[in-house]
């Protein structure tokens, strides 16, 4: 079956690094669009970037541009999400998530949640300052 399994959270101080890693099986993950969801308590659930079936599009939201970085490796069927100066605010349990629509309706529709078709169970990041 379809299945979703993210890693590499943990707690950090404040300006660290950290690479998460979502490892994909049940389909052709070569085929669709791959995203990094965030939702921390209380707070309503954020994208966070996201990357086209080929790897040639990346997106993300503006909160984390030009800190975060997401790349696929279709072989290994695994999409990543390398964390760079991270801070207080990125405190949340990550979540990675599969959109198997149309490929073409992707930079639309990529900030929109309910457009996914898979979710994995999350994995918790959490910056001390």
């Known amino acids: 079956q379809v299945q979703l399994v993210e890693s590499g959270g943990g707690l950090v101080q404040a300006g660290a690094s950290l690479k998460l890693s979502c490892a994909a099986s049940g389909w052709t993950f070569s085929n669709y669009a791959m995203a990094w969801f965030r939702q921390a308590p209380g707070k309503e659930r954020e994208f966070v970037a996201g990357?086209?079936?080929?790897?040639?599009?990346?997106y993300y939201g503006d909160s984390v541009k030009g800190r975060f970085t997401i790349d696929r490796d279709n072989v290994k069927s695994t999409v990543y999400l390398q964390m760079n100066s991270l801070k207080p605010e990125d405190t949340a349990l990550y979540y990675c998530?599969?959109?198997?629509?149309?490929?073409?309706?992707?930079?639309?529709?990529?900030?929109?949640?309910?457009?996914?078709?898979?979710w994995g169970q999350g994995t918790q990041v959490t910056v001390s300052s």
């Open positions: 998530a599969c959109f198997m629509g149309y490929s073409g309706n992707y930079y639309k529709l990529k900030e929109k949640g309910e457009e996914y078709d898979y």
């Open positions: 990357i086209s079936w080929s790897g040639g599009s990346t």
